[in-house]
């Protein structure tokens, strides 16, 4: 078995190494040639995983064509407001088997067109119904590259179109410390675990207030509830926002040192540089930012409040103090829990 993965950062080289265990060969495409010389020359990327030894079964390359030539299966880890023009050079170079399934690991939303990226994904490829086309899932759920690197115990939602033999990949996918689950809710997979990084911001700002566990709490909780409600807006089902893609990731991410959401939330609060010069610094992508935009939109679009996301995203990018952010969130009309 052959995989091909568009990507050479974190999430790319992580997930590589443990396909690597069980595919016989892992081949990443990447656009850096000074990333892709250090992964073929010293089997780590110190740059992103630090001195974890990858496998000698995987390799990167610049060569798009040799990435996906005889491949069984395509996985797409690029950020997220990349995957339409990577997409478009996979289209363009048409080297990928058919019919390869194309499985996307990145999260969120192209901000432009408010699509899901499995749409994305689709509307370059064409639709998965159409014969000779690929069908397309996404692989989403708790799962901090540092830590699947480290092989840690983790467990993954896989959600594909339908027609195809999920169940197959499913097991093809799965390793002893890396579980997959399906669930047949796309919609719902990607909207949970694609905006969960926006509650992640939130937390760390809070954090960076020097709130507690109790601030912890109320935002992740009701950041899901907005979610979930939007979710269902979007033909998503309540239920995928309580699995692993939605309260698991969104626990993981809220929690964690490796976060690199909520560490940005917690440094734009300390208020050392703006958030503009703050993500101008980051090596690695930032995703819940562009998301605050997307998810605001979409609420706006289908008349869903969203009170965590509209505080982030003023924050973010009309200069609102944190500080305020927080107290407007406290002080909103009381209600019902369950409304
Ligand atoms: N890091 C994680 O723990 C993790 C876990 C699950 C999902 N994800 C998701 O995976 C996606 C990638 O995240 P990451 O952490 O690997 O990011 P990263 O910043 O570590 O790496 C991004 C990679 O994409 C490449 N890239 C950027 N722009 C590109 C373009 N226009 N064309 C081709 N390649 C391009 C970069 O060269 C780099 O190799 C994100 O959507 C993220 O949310 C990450």
Known sequence: MKAAILGTGSWACAFGKHLAHKWDRVVLWGIEPEQIHVINTTGTNPAYLGEVPLPPNLRATLDLEECLSGADALFVIVPSQAVRTVMEQVAAVAALPDPAPVI??????????LKRLSEVIQDVLGPPEAPGNHPVAVLLGPSHAEEVAREFPTAVVLSGTPGADWAHWQHEIAGPFFRVYTNDDMA?????????????????MADGLGTGD???????TRGLKELARLGVALGA???????????????????????RNRNFGEAVTRGD?????????????VEGVPMAKAAL?????HGIELPVTRQVHDVLFSGKPPRQAMRELMERQLRDELE
């Open 297 to 301: 939109k979409l609420g706006m679009k």
């Open 273 to 285: 540089l703006s958030p503009e010069a703050l993500l101008g610094e980051q090596v690695q992508v």
């Open 214 to 220: 109790n601030t912890r709490g109320v935002l992740m």
């Open 188 to 204: 719902g997979v990607e909207i949970a675990s694609g905006f969960k990084n926006i509650i992640a911001l939130a937390v760390g």
């Open 104 to 113: 996307c690991l990145a999260k969120g939303f192209e901000v432009d067109t």
């Open 237 to 259: 089902r309540t239920e995928t926002f309580f699995g692993l893609a939605g309260v698991g990731d969104m626990i993981t991410t809220c929690i964690s040192h490796h976060s």
